[in-house]
């Protein structure tokens, strides 16, 4: 596909970079206007996703590093190549999450609020990421090579991370879409009132739903359990937590 947008001079950019990037500025961009709406002082709340994601992203490298840990310690070179694309979401969910939430402790930020704020731009940094493996060959789909199979309608002539183009189920496109859906299911239901964090973790439990339904589809390697991937069970795992917390912030509200 374009696994590079652009070379200016010694400057090399690349696509899945450019659009991380610009996802995670709008991202942060929504929450500093969420806290303008909300009378906060927006440079405090950015101050806690600033933070958020730059711990998510060492943490969602690390994570990939680690489970691609066969690959890496033999090319241990390769492992802060972020250009190359190379995200662990469950990573750097977690990693982001509590920092976020230690950040709002230590500064006295509303967690709930700001991580509700944060929601949106966690959905369309997904929705980029995707969209940069789109165009650079990381988290593809597997290979569809029989005309007749059912599923061969929903492949496209994509690459490989290592450039080898074969018709393949569109997972990154699928993912990205996905991930869209959830953010303008999230803008839909901005007037709508919900406990304090209830809109994050819709947020999370939906993309971690979506993206294990969409592994099912994948090409890449990921270490086996049993008949699924180890991303797919980590997102059924992230989804029941995000149900749980969801159904605990309701209970608790009502009880109140």
Same mark, same amino acid.
């Given at each position: 596909?374009?696994p590079?947008?652009? #070379?200016?001079?010694? =400057?090399?950019f690349?696509s899945?970079t450019?659009?991380?990037d ?7 961009? *929504?929450?500093?206007w969420s806290?303008? &709406? ?5 440079? #405090?709340?950015?101050?806690a ?13 690390t994570?990939? %590093? ?16 972020l250009?190359?694309g190379g995200?662990? *979401?469950?990573?750097g969910?977690?990693?982001?999450? $509590?920092?976020?939430?230690? *950040?709002?402790?230590w &500064? +006295? ?8 704020? @944060?929601?949106p +731009?966690?959905a369309?940094? $997904?929705?980029?990421?995707?969209t /940069?493996?789109?165009?650079g /060959?990381?988290?593809?789909? #597997?290979? %569809? =090579? ?5 599923? #061969?309608?929903?492949t496209?002539?994509?690459?490989d ?8 189920? %569109? ?5 990205? +879409? ?7 299911l999230?803008? @839909?239901?901005?007037r ?6 209830g809109?994050?973790?819709l947020?999370? /439990? ?5 993206l =294990?339904?969409?592994g ?7 270490p086996? %359990?049993?008949?699924? &991937? ?14 749980? +917390? ?11």
């Open positions: 596909m374009y590079i947008l652009a #070379r200016l001079g010694p =400057f090399t690349f899945y450019v659009l991380l610009l996802g995670i500025v709008a991202g942060l961009a *929504w929450l500093a806290a303008q &709406r909300q009378a906060a002082e927006a440079g #405090r709340w950015l101050n996703g600033l933070a958020a994601v730059a711990v998510g992203l060492v943490g969602a490298r994570g990939y %590093v680690l489970v691609n840990w066969a690959y890496f310690r033999d090319h241990l070179g390769e492992a802060l190549r250009w190359q995200l662990s *979401w469950h990573g969910l977690l990693t982001g999450a $509590v920092t976020l939430a230690i *950040w709002a402790h &500064r +006295g930020l509303p967690l709930g609020k700001v991580a509700d704020a @944060a929601a +731009g966690l369309l940094g $997904v929705a980029a990421g995707w /940069g493996c789109l165009l /060959g990381c988290g593809y789909g #597997r290979e %569809v =090579f029989d005309p007749a199979s059912p599923w #061969r309608q929903f496209a002539e994509l690459p991370i290592y450039g080898v183009v074969a018709p393949r189920l %569109v997972s990154q496109a699928l993912a990205a +879409g996905w991930a869209l859906a959830v953010l303008a999230l803008l @839909a239901l901005r709508v009132p919900l406990p304090g964090g809109r994050f973790l947020a999370v /439990g939906l993309i971690s739903l979506g =294990f339904a969409v099912f589809s994948r090409g890449d390697a990921s086996p %359990v049993g008949a699924w &991937r180890l991303d797919q069970v980590s997102d059924l795992g992230i989804a029941l937590a995000a149900l749980v +917390g969801l159904m605990a912030i309701f209970l608790h509200r009502r009880d109140a």
